[in-house]
């Protein structure tokens, strides 16, 4: 089992910046990839940024240049950093570890930008 808690969330005006935070623990050495994915109401959970096992990155192209994922092996966390916010980007963020049997969510941590 792999538990997986999220912080950083918060309320934001368009254009700043926000940290988010995952910290694993548990079967950690079996996780395999780790991502940030995001929701809103009435809409599927969609992927924002990807930590692939080796050290690759992938980005929706909708935070392209805009947010860099972190993945710290040593102190099992994953790190969303969230610059130029946009109220297109107000939503809960899940922390996700792919491991060896199965997937883990975390329980989400709601992010709004608006002025």
């Known amino acids: 089992q792999v538990q997986l808690v999220e912080s950083g969330g918060g309320l934001v005006q368009p254009g700043g910046s926000l940290r988010l935070s995952c910290a694993a623990s548990?079967?950690?050495?079996?996780?395999?990839?780790m991502a940030w994915y995001r929701q809103v109401p009435g809409k599927e959970r969609e992927a924002v940024a990807r930590a692939i096992s080796g050290g690759t990155t992938y980005y929706d192209d909708s935070v392209k240049g805009r947010f860099t994922i972190t993945r710290d092996n040593d102190k099992n966390t994953l790190d969303l950093q969230m610059n130029a916010l946009q109220p297109e980007d107000t939503a809960v963020y899940y922390c996700?570890?792919?491991?060896?049997?199965?997937?883990?969510w975390g329980q989400g941590t709601q992010v709004t930008v608006s002025s």
């Open positions: 548990g079967d950690v050495l079996t996780i395999i990839n």
């Open positions: 996700y570890a792919r491991a060896r049997i199965r997937g883990y």
